[in-house]
């Protein structure tokens, strides 16, 4: 009788390697399809150009090109190329309505949390005050008082010193005089603001409560504008001012996650980088950024 027991070689069925083949090269011409809309991002390109760009012949680029083209991802233009197409802003739009910025921040906000044990913060500008979005709080035994939905001053907090380092000193100056009312001087505290900017995030020293202390750094979205700030809150017998310095790393680089979960890709174009209250600029004339 014949054994029926596996003769221990794996057969494969008719035709998966030619499946397989077909898989790997669909895979391929995806990305180098991808690749293409990423080089034509930088701006309109000529084919020749793109070819060398992309280390492929003419008629390989040209296919590839041709079919982003047929469906609205490229356009082409005689005599000046190929640029981004009208699909890509559809898409863009509809990304842009879909994003939720607590939704997106909200993981960020509960690893800052855990990594630091501290409260943590998201807020906004709204009508010159800086609007709690959302609140993640600490382990630690004490208690910070705020709560989502609470509008605070701009100017003594962490947050929303954060949220206006891209205006110029001229909103700063009308920010701080409409707001502080005693304690430092402005002078003072716009030596602070220069020093913030060139850090690229804020401090709140006690200045909103007594014993509390934060951290606070700007998210952006895709053109680079300001659009929130995130900070990391706690009782000022945990907040030395090495701690501050050391934890910032962390919140910076927590808000930059944020950024890039919106589509910011890292450039700061300074025309377009103007925080929003409620959908409309924040009072300033906007100067070169400082330090960037």
Excluded at 26 to 44: F, K, N, W, Y
Excluded at 89 to 107: H, M, N, T
Excluded at 232 to 259: C, E, F, K, N, P
Excluded at 277 to 288: F, N, Q, V, Y
Aim: glycine share 10%; hydrophobic share 40%; net charge positive.
């Amino acid at each position: 009788m014949r054994s029926t027991r596996p003769s221990g070689r794996l057969e494969h069925p008719a035709g998966s390697d030619e499946n397989a083949g077909r898989a790997r090269l669909g895979s391929q011409t995806l990305l180098r399809g991808l690749d293409v809309i990423d080089v034509v991002a930088e701006g309109p390109i000529k084919l020749g150009e793109l070819a060398e760009r992309l280390g492929l012949t003419r008629s390989t680029t040209h296919r590839l090109a041709s079919a982003l083209t047929v469906r609205r991802y490229l356009s082409f233009v005689p005599h000046s190329g190929y640029s981004l197409g009208p699909k890509l802003l559809e898409l863009g739009f509809r990304v842009r309505d879909e994003l939720d910025l607590p939704r997106v921040a909200a993981p960020h906000l509960e690893r800052l949390a855990l990594l630091t044990e501290d409260t943590v913060h998201l807020g906004v500008l709204d009508q010159s005050h800086v609007l709690y979005l959302d609140k993640v709080p600490g382990k630690r035994r004490i208690n910070i008082s705020s709560r989502i939905g609470e509008l605070q001053p701009v100017t003594s907090t962490g947050l929303g010193k954060a949220l206006i380092l891209d205006l110029d000193e001229d909103a700063w100056i009308d920010l701080f005089r409409t707001e502080r009312r005693g304690g430092m001087s402005i002078q003072d505290w716009l030596e602070r603001m220069r020093r913030y900017v060139r850090a690229g995030f804020a401090f709140d020293i006690e200045e909103n409560e007594d014993q509390i202390r934060c951290i606070a750094a700007p998210i952006r979205d895709v053109a680079g504008r300001t659009i929130a700030a995130i900070s990391v809150s706690s009782a000022a017998q945990y907040m030395s001012d090495h701690r501050m310095q050391i934890l910032s790393r962390d919140v910076v680089g927590t808000a930059r996650r944020i950024s890039e979960d919106l589509g910011w890709t890292g450039r700061h174009p300074a025309a377009a980088a103007q925080p929003t209250a409620g959908g409309k600029p924040l009072a300033g004339r906007r100067k070169p950024a400082r330090g960037r």
